[in-house]
């Protein structure tokens, strides 16, 4: 086949091999001079913390240890090499302008135990990124406090029951859409409610008529994603936050799908009451290993006493200071303000890109990501026949009666030098491949990675065995993935 990748294992030089293997006795990565004093050895210096040499641990030169480490480093994948199609995700670049400013000093240095008078600018960041939160979606108030997405739904779900319980019924039940981010219903749960799910219509959106016989006077209110994890709008969004209003209930929305929305929509004018953020995700901070977190809460102004303390406010002659007395917080949900250096981060990007630069990257996002559903619709399902937002999802329908699913297609893709989308999500679409290219690719890195799918298409209607096999270029061949996840080997042993 033309479009195949070359399918021979890679050649492996001599200097690929592992670490143990250039281990010799003797060898060493220091050479110190004799001391000046008394020797004391290692056991009497640490005491009981003293680790006894391990055995069979390798000998070897500092240079052979750095052009290993260095070797593992070019190995690795990340969103500085290359396209992280990871659907839901929202891995897009990092710019490093935002790295400078947050290793400024008295940013990076200043102490959470440092007094107001010596933090004021640390105080005037957090104010500043939670005001800028609050307009670009239309809430009145914003605390940065929560460390993740998910802590920003169990403190936004907090403060629904808070609310409720002073109106003298905090109720039994939260509604949860089949659409819906995967942890919404674990911060449900712990928040003291219980789940109840509501099925999708045909167009992958809420069932109003589903949503009027669920919202009962049990049901606290509603938690949804929007766009939906399908990537698709819910278009009849101010009709449910007004019938769920109507029957007393609240509209909790999960923001993680914000690049879709930020400078276009605000949740708050099509009814929600709460929400959080992912600084990690829409604001390009650090996300996953690269972390921390993030997960800021906004709120509309009768939730705003129940934000987690403190908050950081100002007095009118331009002080800032942290305000702990508030009587109807649901008082901490973390330690300190938050993670204060995603704040910087993300506040430099927010300033940097101002109103019609953040605009841009969301029409970005969205045009990308329907560029992909364009090109693939012919060769992959499409399960869902509408626009998309900032992300698409296919499925394997078509390949599967070929014994191919979604994983082995992912798997195969990274043959062709691409991170894989993200497998089996949403679980309402069978062998889902969903995709979310965000703003920072362009034209032509997506061609390729479209002629990539396209490739695979191809190879899986003439020789589906081949991607059966995939991954065929990579250093480690397929693994046995359930083996892994019930037997993994953690510790390395001699």
């Given at each position: 086949m033309k479009n195949r990748i070359q399918t021979a294992r890679p050649h492996v030089n001599r200097n690929e091999k592992l670490i143990f293997e250039h281990s010799s006795p003797g060898k060493c990565g220091v050479d110190l001079p004799p001391l000046d004093v008394p020797p004391v050895s290692a056991a009497e210096a640490l005491g009981e913390v003293y680790r006894a040499d391990i055995e069979g641990f390798p000998e070897v030169s500092e240079l052979e240890v750095v052009r290993h480490f260095t070797r593992l480093s070019t190995w690795n994948y990340g969103v500085d090499t290359g396209l992280y199609p990871l659907g839901s995700c929202t891995m897009k670049y990092n710019p490093r302008i935002n790295e400078v400013v947050a290793r400024l000093e008295g940013l990076a240095t200043d102490h959470p135990y440092a007094p107001e008078f010596l933090a004021q600018g640390c105080l005037e960041v957090l104010h500043q990124t939670a005001r800028c939160l609050a307009e670009i979606t239309g809430m009145d108030a914003v605390s940065l406090q929560p460390a993740a997405g998910a802590q920003g739904e169990l403190t936004g779900i907090l403060m629904i029951r808070a609310w409720l319980e002073q109106q003298g019924n905090p109720r039994k039940y939260i509604l949860i859409p089949d659409s819906a981010h995967g942890t919404n219903p674990a911060s449900v749960t712990i928040s003291g409610y219980q789940m109840r799910p509501l099925k999708s219509d045909a167009k992958g959106c809420i069932d109003l008529g589903e949503l009027s016989q669920a919202m009962s006077q049990d049901v606290a209110g509603l938690m949804l994603t929007n766009p939906n994890t399908l990537g698709i709008f819910e278009r009849q969004i101010a009709e449910i936050s007004e019938l769920v209003h109507s029957r007393g209930g609240l509209v909790y929305m999960d923001g993680a799908n914000m690049n879709a929305l930020v400078g276009v929509a605000r949740p708050a004018d099509f009814g929600v009451d709460v929400m959080h953020l992912n600084l990690h995700k829409t604001f390009t901070t650090p996300h996953g290993g690269g972390g921390p977190g993030s997960g800021p809460v906004a709120v509309k102004k009768f939730l705003e006493p129940y934000l987690p303390v403190p908050?950081?406010?100002?007095?009118?002659?331009?002080?800032?200071?942290?305000?702990?007395?508030?009587?109807?917080?649901?008082?901490r949900i973390r330690t300190f303000y938050g993670n204060f250096g995603m704040a910087v981060r993300a506040l430099a990007y927010i300033l940097a890109n101002g109103p019609e630069g953040l605009r841009q990257t969301t029409e970005d996002a969205v045009l990308n990501a329907?560029?992909?559903?364009?090109?693939?619709?012919?060769?992959?399902d499409l399960p869902y026949d509408q626009p998309c937002m900032h992300e698409c999802v296919l499925s394997d329908k078509r390949q599967a009666a070929r014994g191919v699913r979604t994983g082995d297609i992912a798997k195969r893709l990274i043959d062709y030098g691409f991170h894989?989308?993200?497998?089996?999500?949403?679980?309402i679409v069978s062998g889902a491949m969903m995709i979310e290219p965000t703003e920072s690719a362009s034209k032509e890195e997506l061609d390729e990675f479209i002629d990539a799918l396209r490739s695979i298409a191809q190879e899986i209607e003439e020789e589906p065995s081949f991607v059966l096999e995939a991954p065929c270029s990579t250093r480690i061949s397929r693994l046995d993935e359930a083996g892994a996840a019930r037997k993994p080997v953690l510790t390395w042993k001699p």
């Open positions: 908050t950081v406010e100002k007095t009118p002659d331009g002080t800032f200071y942290l305000n702990y007395d508030r009587p109807k917080t649901i008082g329907n560029y992909v559903m364009a090109r693939l619709r012919d060769v992959y894989p989308y993200t497998t089996s999500f949403p679980l």
